[in-house]
């Protein structure tokens, strides 16, 4: 069983930043991916960044350019830094952790941003 918190969400206005963070309750490396995923009200969930173990990540076409995916392996922390950030990013943003075929979500955290 993989538990994930995630915090750092708000409001923030157009063109600010925000930097999310999910903490694991174990060791990063006993997982195959981690990443963040965003739902917005009446759409599907997407994925916007993930990290493998291997510390390689890949992005949507959507941030690429503004969100930055990291990981503090001391602190079995994994984050998202949204740059320059647009009213469309407003959603629920869900940290994920991929062991195996199993898929761990945390609970979500709301970023909205304001025009």
């Known amino acids: 069983q993989v538990q994930l918190e995630e915090s750092g969400g708000g409001l923030v206005q157009a063109g600010g930043s925000l930097r999310l963070s999910c903490a694991t309750s174990?060791?990063?490396?006993?997982?195959?991916?981690m990443g963040w995923y965003r739902q917005a009200p009446g759409k599907q969930r997407e994925l916007v960044a993930r990290?493998?173990?291997?510390?390689?990540?890949n992005y949507a076409d959507f941030v690429k350019g503004r969100f930055t995916i990291s990981r503090d392996i001391a602190k079995n922390t994994v984050y998202l830094q949204m740059n320059s950030l647009d009213p469309e990013d407003t959603a629920v943003y869900y940290c994920?952790?991929?062991?195996?075929?199993?898929?761990?979500w945390g609970q979500g955290t709301q970023v909205t941003v304001s025009s």
């Open positions: 990290i493998t173990r291997g510390g390689s990540a």
């Open positions: 174990g060791s990063i490396f006993t997982v195959n991916a």
């Open positions: 994920n952790a991929l062991r195996g075929l199993t898929a761990y």
